[in-house]
């Protein structure tokens, strides 16, 4: 994939994962925001092992093409695909 392309996909899917960092650190007792904040870091750690060097996925994806991990991050964190669409 484009080093241009995949620095906005990666920046768009940080800040929303930081968004979403940030609201559940704002009720930090609740188990809601234990769980999201695990959910972010889970997702941010997926997502480094799935960077991209030299236009490939780190991760062994064979293709130059944008891996699922990151596929998925962009549909649904930058995109966000709406739940009448996931259903189909």
């Known amino acids: 994939m484009d080093e241009r392309l995949y620095r906005l996909l990666a920046e768009g899917v940080g800040r929303y994962l930081e968004s979403v960092d940030r609201l559940a650190g704002a009720r930090p007792e609740g188990a809601l925001g234990v769980e999201t904040r695990r959910l972010?870091?889970?997702?941010?750690?997926?997502?480094?092992?799935?960077?991209?060097?030299?236009?490939?996925?780190?991760?062994?994806?064979?293709?130059?093409?944008?891996?699922?991990a990151w596929r998925v991050a962009g549909a649904y964190f930058v995109r966000r695909v709406s739940s009448r669409r996931r259903a189909r």
């Open 40 to 68: 972010v870091a889970a997702w941010r750690a997926l997502l480094e092992l799935h960077r991209q060097v030299d236009g490939r996925c780190v991760a062994g994806c064979p293709s130059r093409r944008l891996c699922a």
